[in-house]
């Protein structure tokens, strides 16, 4: 009797994971940097046979690549673990190469994408949403699309909470393998929103940052402090991190919330390694 509960548990566990989010390989894994290496562009075609092959048409380039795959080559689609069969003539994919030059070991497919706006959003992810049409005008057609539980977020390309996104808010939806859920959410950020520096300073309390910020032409830059809090969130060299963790010289882009002095997500690059004097030789 133990035996068959056990099994019974298992089941479940499994079917949970198979079926939550609709997320059929696993947890979303947010890689900012996807589309930011590798051969960029469209695919044209993808050949069966050993070894596959595929031909990318290379962004801002009227030149097209035939590359082999490797058969254990990696693949991401829409930030979820995909497989090689997800690849299809018209995607948008990055494809990172092997030692070789020649051979693909890494892609990362888009999926497929809507842009529009926000009409209303529930806390459950549910999403009612006015798709553009080919004029760029939100339709009246009304969309209802869902959220999935570990959805990416995005404002002005920085982190972002569900509760920052509001109806009229402009946004892109990233779609998953299955077409069932939204599986990246991302929204454009206004100008006087975003500020950036070098850390000059975190207060002690970790409740304050001040950043130098470039003058502009012949300017001096100018040092200028902003409110962080528990909520402010922060990633250092594309990683979640804690406010404390940042150091002093990290190079910063912000954005700012409503009141335009708080924080609400930070995205830092680590400073550079000051190279060892060479005077004790």
């Known amino acids: ?25 696993g947890k979303l894994q947010d890689e900012p940097a996807r589309f930011n290496q590798g051969l960029r562009g469209n695919i044209v075609e993808v050949k069966e046979g050993k070894p596959l092959t595929v031909t990318i048409s290379l962004d801002e380039q009227e030149t097209w690549l035939n590359l082999d795959v490797s058969g254990s080559a990696k693949v991401w689609t829409a930030y979820e673990i995909g497989q090689l069969s997800d690849l299809k003539e018209g995607q948008y994919v990055s494809l990172r190469l092997a030692d070789d030059y020649r051979t693909v070991n890494e ?20 999403l009612s949403f006015n798709p553009y049409e080919d004029d760029e005008e939100a339709s009246d057609k009304l969309t209802e699309v869902e959220l999935a539980p570990d959805a990416i977020l995005r404002i ?23 077409g069932k859920f939204v599986h990246a959410m991302t929204a454009f950020a206004d100008e006087d929103a975003m500020f950036y ?12 940052i001040s950043i130098e910020q470039p003058g502009d032409d012949d300017e001096p830059s100018t040092i200028r402090s902003y409110k962080v ?8 060299d594309l990683k979640p991190v804690k406010l404390a963790d940042l150091k002093a010289g990290a190079w910063i882009v912000g954005r700012l919330s409503d009141d335009g002095n708080t924080v609400r997500a930070i995205k830092a690059e680590s400073p550079e390694p000051e190279d060892d004097d060479d005077d004790d030789k």
């Open 107 to 126: 892609i990362h497919i888009k999926g497929d994408v809507l842009i529009g706006e926000i009409k209303s959003m529930a806390q459950s992810g549910k």
């Open 156 to 178: 002005g390309l920085l982190p972002a909470a569900r509760e920052e996104f509001k109806p009229g808010m402009e946004v892109q939806l990233e779609f998953g393998r299955d």
């Open 1 to 25: 009797m133990m035996v068959l509960e056990k099994m019974k548990y298992i089941s479940i566990c499994i079917v949970s994971l198979l079926t939550a989010g609709g997320i059929a390989y």
């Open 229 to 236: 809090t528990p909520e402010t969130i922060v990633w250092l």
């Open 197 to 208: 520096g070098g850390l000059s300073e975190l207060s002690a309390d970790s409740s304050k």
